[in-house]
C-alpha cells in the first residue's frame, strides 16, 4: 500500500524559554500558536504556516550544563535569495553566532547558532545535484546573475552532477522500491 511521509515539526529542549521565543518570533517570524505549562517548565507552539498547529516546539528542560547538543541541525526554507539576503544581513545584529554563507550545490545557505547554540540553516533550492556531502563558501554581496554563475559553474565540474529533476527523478524510484521493500516484508512477517 502506497503511503505518504513527510516531517511534520520539530521539538527541541531550551535552557531558557524567553530568549528563544524572542528570537523564533521577533527574527524568524514564527507565531505562538499555544503556550502552557509541562511537567518540570513550559512548552511553547510555534509556526508559520497556517494549515500546520506548529512546525517548531521549544520546551524548557535543556540541562544549563549540557555541552552537547544532539541536535545536528534545524533547516529552515525561504521563498527567495532576497530572504536569504535579508535575513543574513538581519542576523548580524542578532545574538547568534557562526554566521556562514555556502552551497551545497543544491542548496544556497545562510548557516548560524541561535542563541542556545542550535545549528540552524536558512536555506533556497538550486536547480542542480551534486552527491552530498558539499560546501563551498559563497559571497551573498555578489549580484545575482554572478552569484548563479559562479555557483553553476562550479558545481557543473563536480563528479556527479545533474540537473535537480533527474536527481527527483531517480529518488522518486528509491523511494517507490524502498515502499515495495517494506510492504514486501510487511506481507512475509504476516504469512
Do not use: C
Not at 535569495?81 to 555556502?102: D, H, Y
Not at 544556497?108 to 552527491?131: A, C, G, K, M, Q
Not at 527527483?168 to 515495495?180: S, V, Y
Amino acid at each position: 500500500m502506497p503511503y505518504s511521509l513527510s516531517i511534520s515539526h520539530v521539538g527541541i529542549f531550551v535552557k531558557d524559554m524567553q530568549p528563544m521565543v524572542d528570537f523564533y518570533t521577533r527574527f524568524m517570524g514564527f507565531a505562538i500558536a499555544d503556550r502552557g505549562p509541562r511537567p518540570g517548565g513550559e512548552i511553547v507552539f510555534l509556526t508559520r504556516d497556517p494549515r500546520e498547529h506548529h512546525q517548531l516546539v521549544l520546551a524548557s528542560g535543556r540541562p544549563a550544563d549540557m555541552n552537547f547538543n544532539l541536535v545536528n541541525q534545524i533547516s529552515f526554507r525561504v521563498d527567495s535569495l532576497a530572504t536569504l539576503r535579508q535575513m543574513n544581513e538581519g542576523l548580524k545584529s542578532e545574538s547568534v553566532k557562526e554566521i556562514t554563507t555556502l552551497t551545497h550545490g543544491n542548496a544556497l545557505s545562510v548557516y548560524f547558532r541561535d542563541p542556545e547554540y542550535n545549528r540552524i540553516e536558512l536555506l533556497i533550492d538550486t536547480p542542480w545535484y551534486v552527491p552530498q556531502p558539499h560546501h563551498l563558501n559563497v559571497d551573498l554581496s555578489l549580484p545575482d546573475d554572478q552569484l548563479w554563475a559562479n555557483i553553476e559553474k562550479h558545481v557543473r565540474s563536480m563528479a556527479g552532477f545533474k540537473p535537480v529533476a533527474e536527481w527527483a527523478a531517480d529518488i522518486e524510484r528509491r523511494i517507490a522500491q524502498a515502499t515495495a521493500n517494506r510492504q514486501g516484508a510487511s506481507e512475509r512477517a504476516n504469512a
